[in-house]
């Protein structure tokens, strides 16, 4: 049997607000999680802005879900009553694709169900994020959120978090490897982080320097205002690696400029408008632009384990869901040290 449940879901691109949806019962594979907190990632903004294309209201966003399991179908092996989990971006993937084989499940060629706004397999509806007071998920996509890890600051690791784990963990950061981080928000934050703790030196590129004690202190080696157009001569050829998490369209040429030969820039920033960049940024040194969307859900939980043992999350503000449209406006404006998450006992 399904259920209701009260979420707070967008309208219209301008406005989100309390409504109520329907749950599917768990099938035998399933797990019903009582969510206690969600994330606010820049990906739900776009969303509901309907920046990416069609929006399907209302919806319910929300893709950095932490919570306690309620339920289990009769063939869950993994989780039990009581467990601690998270669930991120995907809640389903076709599992016979080369990619879903390799544990690359977010790039599967049938195409990943996201969290919300993809099309349920399972039931045919549209999927519903985590700014609601249940979720149910089958056991493949949940995640074990370690003991050590507080649930509200498990959250932002389910796509924040490994938004940034995946490309540092893929382009080998690590010792001896220098990182730059474009966007000192809620991807930058956890990226400086996670590179620190792979072992690599690591700098910030921000806009200004109004968050740079804060950076520093959080574990960034150097801090640079990109405001300062001397920054870009004096970082020329440094970085091995530069990962770009800026939710707007910019010009990518200066950064290119400061990768060593053979460096890599990644684009997670998933801004509505193209980016322009001249082929001879790339030319020079035979640097590479590539991108790179979340990560599987083996290396989810590898990053997961990582944070519990080093004790590494994310800063945090928590708030109640009347406070989403708010804090959708401070997210724009960069006025979030570092990352929102709703308490979803405000619902
Ligand atoms: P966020 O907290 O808003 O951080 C973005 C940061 O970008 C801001 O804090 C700001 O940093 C910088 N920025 C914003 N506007 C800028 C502008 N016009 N020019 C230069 N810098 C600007 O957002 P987020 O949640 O980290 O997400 C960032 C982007 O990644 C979004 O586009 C989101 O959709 C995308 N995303 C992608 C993936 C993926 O899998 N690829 C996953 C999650 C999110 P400073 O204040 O330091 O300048
Ligand atoms: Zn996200
Ligand atoms: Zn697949």
Redesign the pocket.
């Known amino acids: 049997m399904s259920f209701m449940n009260k979420a707070w879901g967008a309208t219209s691109p301008e406005k989100t607000e309390p409504i109520t949806i329907t749950r599917r019962a768990p099938d035998d594979q399933d797990v019903g999680i009582d969510i206690k907190f969600a994330g606010i ?3 739900d903004i ?1 969303t509901v802005r309907s920046e990416w294309g069609k929006t399907t209201y209302p919806l319910v966003v929300g893709h950095e879900i932490a919570g306690i399991v309620s339920a289990v179908g009769k063939n869950v092996t993994k989780f039990k009553i009581g467990d601690h989990v998270g669930v991120g971006c995907m809640v389903n993937s076709c599992r016979q694709c080369e990619n879903c084989h390799d544990g690359e499940e977010q790039y599967c060629f049938s195409g990943t169900v996201f969290t919300y706004n993809s099309k349920d397999p399972k039931d045919g509806t549209i999927t519903q994020g985590g700014y609601s007071q249940h979720v149910v998920v089958d056991q493949a996509f949940v995640l074990k959120v370690p003991e050590s890890i507080p649930l509200d600051k498990a959250a932002p690791l389910m ?2 978090g490994i ?1 940034l784990y995946s490309p540092l963990n893929h382009w080998k950061a690590g010792p001896g490897k220098r990182v730059g981080i474009i ?6 934050h956890m990226g400086v982080k996670l590179a620190k703790a792979l072992g690599s030196e690591v700098t910030v590129f ?2 200004t320097n109004s ?1 740079k004690e804060l950076g520093l202190r959080l574990g960034a080696d150097d801090y640079v205002a990109t405001s300062d157009p001397d920054v870009f001569s004096k970082l020329s050829r440094k970085f091995d690696l530069i990962i770009n ?4 369209s ?1 010009p990518l040429e200066m950064y290119l400029s400061c990768l060593r030969r053979d460096g890599s820039l990644v684009q ?4 509505e408008k193209p980016l322009l960049i001249s082929p001879f940024s790339l030319d020079a040194q035979r640097v590479g632009l590539h991108g ?3 990560g599987g859900i083996a290396e989810t939980q590898k990053m997961l384990d990582l944070c519990g043992e080093k004790l590494i999350f994310p800063e945090i503000e928590i708030i109640p869901a009347s406070y989403i449209d708010e804090a959708y406006e401070r ?1 724009l404006k ?1 006025q ?1 040290k570092f990352r929102f998450v709703i308490d979803i006992s405000t619902m």
């Open positions: 990632c820049h990906s776009h796509c924040a938004t966007g000192f928000g809620g991807l930058g921000s806009q968050k998490t800026v939710s707007a910019i997670v920033g998933a801004p790179s969307m979340i997210v960069s979030v």
